[in-house]
């Protein structure tokens, strides 16, 4: 293998292929519900937070979000 350099490279490449594949299934409507757990995981293990403001309700902003029509959604 190569000097650290040339390691942390490869890594942050990797890194990079991965977060763009993922975000381009996502933005499409074509991920899996382990696309969706891949990339949490992703964010949540290089220190990807976000913080709910106050007088937001966070599944509204999470519904708004997603990539998907208003008919996915049903009300109980």
Same mark, same amino acid.
């Given at each position: 293998?190569g &000097? @650290? ?7 942050? =490449? !990797? !890194?990079?292929?991965? $977060?763009?594949?993922?975000?381009? +299934?996502? +933005? $499409?409507?074509? $991920? =899996?519900?382990?696309?969706? *757990? %891949? ?5 949540? %293990? &290089?220190?990807? =937070?976000?913080?709910? =403001? +106050? #007088? *937001? %309700?966070?599944?509204?902003? /999470? @519904?708004?979000? /997603?990539?998907? #029509? ?5 009300? %109980?």
């Open positions: 293998m &000097n @650290k350099r040339e390691l942390e490279e490869k890594l942050a =490449t !990797l !890194l990079e292929t991965i $977060a763009d594949v993922l975000a381009a +299934k996502i +933005k $499409a409507g074509e $991920a =899996t519900p382990q696309d969706f *757990k %891949n990339a949490i995981e992703l964010l949540k %293990n &290089n220190g990807i =937070t976000c913080e709910i =403001t +106050k #007088g *937001k %309700n966070p599944l509204g902003i /999470l @519904k708004e979000s /997603l990539p998907f #029509g208003s008919d996915h959604y049903t009300s %109980n």
